[in-house]
């Protein structure tokens, strides 16, 4: 291993208790993923992907193994506020406007960055001219803009999203995988996209790690050889569907081991 890496897990295995029992959620993980890249964690339900994002998160710990973030342990990091996270709820505060949620992420963290941070964020996400909204004013999408933003302006070193789109209807969600591109795009943050959805992974991620059902251990990682910026248009294309067939395949047969 070494400390290139934008992220790495290694050897890791993380057991939980039920009902007095161990039990396995994920057996033997190793992956290491380059500085500055977006992969895709995908799987089916239960398998261990939220529980891999919340141990770089470090939200939760590794039974034993690894795991690293830009050569260092994730506590090292949260410490220094260098991790952004955004979840499927983006959990805003409704009483806050959107630059007041977006500018709460400095006052809890006192992160020093440039004082036009959150209006250049707000102006990347697309969402100038609703600094002074409040949630109940926003779409869902818009509400998943601001979360996205908040987890951006303390310029963390890793962006970590887990399912930020599954509460969407489908073209609102597609038409945030593309916001969602663009953003990583002029950021080029390391980032975890943790999600179920095949076309978004291929859409959004430079590769996609298959994961088996539990206990889980990675089926493959696939990558994904596709220009940017992809558009909608893509996803209909032989290139695309070659990839989102391969990812499936993996899928189905991990389901039939």
């Given at each position: ?20 029992k161990?039990?396995i ?91 036009s ?15 002074s ?23 963390p ?74 558009t ?5 294309s ?13 899928l ?6």
């Amino acid at each position: 291993m070494t400390d290139v890496a934008g992220f790495e897990l290694e050897a890791v295995h993380k057991e939980f208790v039920l009902d007095r029992k161990p039990l396995i959620a994920i057996d033997r993980v190793d992956h290491v993923a380059p500085v500055g890249t977006l992969t895709a964690l995908l799987g089916p339900s239960g398998c261990g992907k939220s529980t891999v994002l919340r141990m770089l998160a470090d939200l939760e710990t590794p039974t034993s193994g690894a795991v690293r973030i830009h050569g260092r342990a994730p506590f090292q990091w949260r410490s220094d506020h260098q991790i952004g996270v955004a979840f499927q709820d983006p959990a805003l505060l409704p009483w806050r406007t959107v630059y007041d949620n977006i500018n709460f992420a400095l006052q809890v963290t006192g992160a020093d960055v440039p004082k036009s941070a959150v209006s250049d964020l707000i102006t990347l996400v697309g969402l100038r001219g609703f600094e002074s909204a409040r949630p109940r004013q926003l779409s869902g999408g818009m509400r998943q803009r601001v979360a996205i933003a908040r987890a951006l302006v303390t310029e963390p070193t890793v962006l970590l999203l887990d399912e930020p789109f599954g509460a969407l209807d489908a073209m609102t969600r597609r038409r945030m995988n593309m916001e969602l591109q663009r953003v990583w795009m002029e950021k080029g943050t390391t980032t975890l996209l943790v999600t179920h959805s095949i076309d978004e992974a291929v859409i959004l991620a430079d590769e996609i790690v298959v994961m088996s059902p539990r206990p889980s251990t990675i089926l493959a990682t696939i990558p994904v050889d596709l220009p940017r910026p992809r558009t909608m248009e893509m996803a209909r294309s032989p290139e695309f569907h070659s990839v989102a067939d391969k990812v499936s395949s993996v899928l189905v047969a991990g389901d039939e081991e």
